[in-house]
């Protein structure tokens, strides 16, 4: 069967249902000026599943219903842009708060859980800096949850193994050197980097969040695509996870000011946000 090379534009009813479908399974919204990425996001999948439009995914979609597609359609429309030691001066501050609050609290493991962390990026370069500050393994070392709620990016996370360009982005030579091992054309992070960290599938707008109270909460670059109400009700998830002293970590485009009570700007750690209470979070938020 021959494939066009660009795809064939889908209706409008057939982008309607998809980002609606987008929009159901995880609060991501794709705004009417950002409808091109339905047909770029989703052209390796129409050819991976010999279909020639968005309307005859569609049509696939409403036949079958049995989820696998739309899971993989989900998948596939979900911004997993991430790279590693992004933002590396905010990272820095939270190795910094991180040991602040253990130097409290040496008796117990400071808790941190990455929300939305893509392909692991993110967490394994909280892994390199924690050990460089000595909070590497045994009792010193963070518990480091990380979650997200693709099945995909999970996967790409648990192995560890990224691309040269991946690994280009952000990671000095040394620590690549240091954390990883060469694997063919890419590059593998050693088992013993990757076993610092737990990974998990969660959905921000659908499940509880990881079981525990964290020290330190990250959801940076997740909030952007969701709506201010879908906004509200995720803040209100993160701040039942984050302990009395905690703090949440937001992207840099991100605030909470304006949409949320229960985090204030925290006067300890700069441009990081405090729970203030612990009201119980609204059931309905977990569907
Ligand atoms: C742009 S990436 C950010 C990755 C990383 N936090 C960073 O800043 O580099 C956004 C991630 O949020 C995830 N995400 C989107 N909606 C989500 C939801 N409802 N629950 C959990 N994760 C979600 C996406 O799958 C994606 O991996």
Known sequence: MHFPTSTPPGSSESMNLISALLEQRTGQQI???????????LKPLLREKGLASLDQLVAQLVATRTGDLGDQVVDALLNQETSFFRDAAVLDMIA???KAIQDEAPD????????????GQEPLSLAMLFDERGMGEGKAA???????VSPAALARARAGR???????????????????????VDWAAKPELLRRIQFRQQNLTADAPPPGKFDVVL?????????QEVRRDVFGILAS???????????????????????????R?????????????KQAAFG
Do not use: H
């Open 31 to 41: 705004a009417a000026n950002r409808a091109w990425r339905i047909e770029t996001a």
């Open 241 to 267: 996870a984050v302990r009395p002293g905690g703090v949440l970590v937001l992207g840099a485009g991100e605030t909470v000011i304006g949409l949320t009570d229960r985090f204030r700007p925290c006067e």
């Open 96 to 98: 910094d708060a991180t």
């Open 219 to 227: 959801c940076r670059n997740v909030l952007l695509y969701f709506s």
């Open 142 to 148: 963070p518990e480091i949850v990380a979650t997200d």
């Open 108 to 119: 117990r493991k400071v808790r941190i859980w990455s929300s939305g962390c893509s392909t």
């Open 269 to 281: 750690f700069r441009g990081f946000y405090r729970a203030i209470d612990a009201t119980p979070v």
């Open 162 to 184: 990224y691309s040269q360009f991946e690994i280009q982005r952000g990671l000095p030579v040394r620590r690549m050197m240091t954390w990883f091992d060469s694997a063919g």
